[in-house]
Structures are given as structure tokens and as C-alpha cells.
């Protein structure tokens, strides 16, 4: 039985290697399996990253232009509010103008009928001494000539009104 033994032991240990072997083949094929996994889920996250990238870039590119549109908005505001300032000062400038005028014109409107009312008056105060004169068979003192200059003066005064 001697010799049987050894070769027992000696099959017993290469079996014992064959095993171990294949417990690290079994082994070294799972963890193959994993690392070819773990590199398709980094190809993976590279492609998602490298999108990111791109699309960060573009937003990046769309936020300056943005910014940029924003900064010319921003200078046109300014501008159109200048200039609403300067037509608004404009506006008040020609307002009290035109106030002024209307009050020229009102205080020449009024000059003009305290005229007429002197002209009025004075006309009234000639008639009188005309009636009186008449009623005394006195001379009129004014001939027709002067009551036509009268007239024309009159009507000049009065297209003066209304101009």
C-alpha cells in the first residue's frame, strides 16, 4: 500500500491545485465580467459627461448672448429715458411759451375792448353832441369824410382782434 499512497497524496494535491485553479479561473472570468461592465457604465458616463459638456457650452455661449442683449437693452432704456426727459423738459419749455402767448394775446384781447368801448363811448358822446347840436340848429362840426375814417379805423381794430 506504500506505493499507492504517495501517488494518492500526490493525485490528491494536484487536484487540490486543479481546484484552485479553477476557483481562481471562475474568479478571474467574474472579475473580467465586472471590469467590462464598470467600462461600459464609464463609456457611458464619458458620453453623458462629454453631452453635459457640450450643452454647458451652449448654455455658456446662450447666457453671453443673453448678457449681451441685456447690455444693449439696458443702454437703449437709458437712452429712450434721456430722451423722454429732454421731450418732456421740451414740452414744459413750449407749454409756458404758448402760455405766454395766450397771455400777450389775452392782454392785447383786452386792450382791444377797452378800445372799443372808448371808440363806443367816444362814438355815443358824438352822437350826443350831434343830437345836441342838431336840436340847437348848431353846425356839425364833422363832416362825412371823418365818420369813413372812423369806420375804416374801426374795422381795422377789429381784424386786429382776430388775428
Keep these: 500500500m506504500a506505493p499507492s499512497a504517495p501517488r494518492t497524496r500526490a ?35 464619458k458620453k453623458e459627461l462629454e453631452d453635459n459638456q457640450v450643452a454647458l457650452e451652449a448654455s455658456h455661449k446662450v447666457i453671453a448672448g443673453l448678457t449681451e442683449i441685456g447690455l444693449i437693452m439696458f443702454k437703449k432704456i437709458e437712452k429712450m429715458k434721456v430722451k423722454k426727459q429732454q421731450a418732456k ?13 395766450i397771455q400777450e394775446a389775452e392782454d392785447s384781447m383786452q386792450a382791444q375792448h377797452l378800445i372799443i368801448e372808448a371808440l363806443e363811448e367816444k362814438d355815443s358822446l358824438i352822437q350826443t353832441i350831434q343830437g345836441l347840436q342838431e336840436a340847437n340848429d348848431a353846425p356839425a362840426p364833422f363832416d362825412d369824410e371823418w365818420e369813413e375814417e372812423t369806420e375804416n379805423t374801426r374795422t381795422k381794430k377789429k381784424l386786429r382782434i382776430y388775428l
Excluded at 423738459?89 to 402767448?101: D, G, I, Y
Design 11 to 45: 493525485a490528491a494535491a494536484l487536484r487540490m491545485k486543479q481546484i484552485a485553479l479553477d476557483n481562481q479561473s471562475r474568479t478571474i472570468r467574474r472579475l473580467r465580467a465586472q471590469l467590462a461592465t464598470e467600462r461600459q457604465g464609464l463609456a457611458t458616463m
Design 89 to 101: 423738459a421740451s414740452h414744459v419749455e413750449c407749454h409756458q411759451k404758448f402760455q405766454a402767448r
